[in-house]
């Protein structure tokens, strides 16, 4: 059975319509319905090892059998999935070797894409990232960690859309898939949380700065001191304590 949240959450499933109570069309109610069930596999509403009921899915999100056995199809293609003959899938357990292979390529990635977007973001950019950073703000100031990922999401998106580089910014799409989970848990720990923020405004500022190589070194070892909390959980070390973050 799904966990269950005390107080719902900007990410929880709601019933797929277009806004105006109308049933989306299939497409669009496929797209969804992934959409809904990848959302419930980061925050962790859906556990890694945890069986799925078709039946309560669809209950759930308000959705007949055949959308969500399409959305499961596809996030077995994800990884999100793991399937096996004749059982339901199960949700896929978090891997630390995986989680750092991340780490060592997402990193790189998003030191290039600040490097390049230091060197060609506007000035309304740079205002654009700073609403993302205050939403950021708000969102930790009020424990709020599912908008918090959403605004920290888009942050990163927007820095990979400065650069202005389709190819970078589709590799990097391609990743977030696998990435979305480990980042949502990387803020699970307080300590952590409070120094991503901390670490978004030195982001900010240097990008505001045009200072490329400063964009650079910080968006590495931004990605490394919240990815590699993860791969120290996973490895059943204490994070923080054990395999500490890289110096800056």
């Excluded at 998106?157 to 990743?175: K, S, T």
């Excluded at 964009?215 to 395999?243: D, F, I, W, Y």
Aim: proline share 7%; with cysteine.
């Amino acid at each position: 059975m799904p966990a269950s949240r005390s107080a719902p959450s900007p990410l929880d499933p709601a019933a797929p319509s277009d806004g105006n109570g109308s049933r989306l069309r299939k497409g669009d109610r496929h797209s969804t319905t992934v959409s809904m069930i990848r959302d419930m596999i980061v925050t962790g509403a859906l556990a890694p090892g945890q069986r799925l009921n078709e039946r309560e899915l669809c209950e759930r999100l308000n959705v007949s059998r055949t959308p969500v056995r399409e959305a499961i199809k596809s996030l077995i293609q994800e990884g999100l999935l793991d399937a096996s003959p004749n059982r339901s899938p199960v949700v896929a357990p978090m891997d630390a070797g995986q989680t750092a292979a991340l780490i060592e390529v997402v990193s790189t990635i998003e030191a290039l894409a600040g490097e390049l977007a230091a060197r060609r973001v506007s000035d309304a950019q740079v205002a654009e990232l700073g609403i993302l950073h205050y939403t950021m703000l708000r969102h930790h100031a009020r424990n709020e960690l599912p908008g918090y990922f959403e605004a920290n999401k888009a942050f990163h998106r927007r820095i990979l859309e400065c650069a202005d580089n389709p190819v970078l910014l589709w590799v990097w799409d391609l990743l977030a898939l696998r990435v979305d989970r480990a980042r949502y848990a990387s803020n699970l720990w307080p300590t952590r949380w409070q120094k991503a923020t901390d670490e978004h405004a030195e982001i900010l500022a240097r990008l505001a700065d045009r200072d490329a190589d400063g964009v650079a070194a910080l968006m590495r070892q931004h990605v490394c001191n919240g990815l590699s909390v993860v791969v120290a959980a996973l490895k059943g070390e204490t994070p923080g304590e054990t395999g500490p973050e890289p110096p800056i």
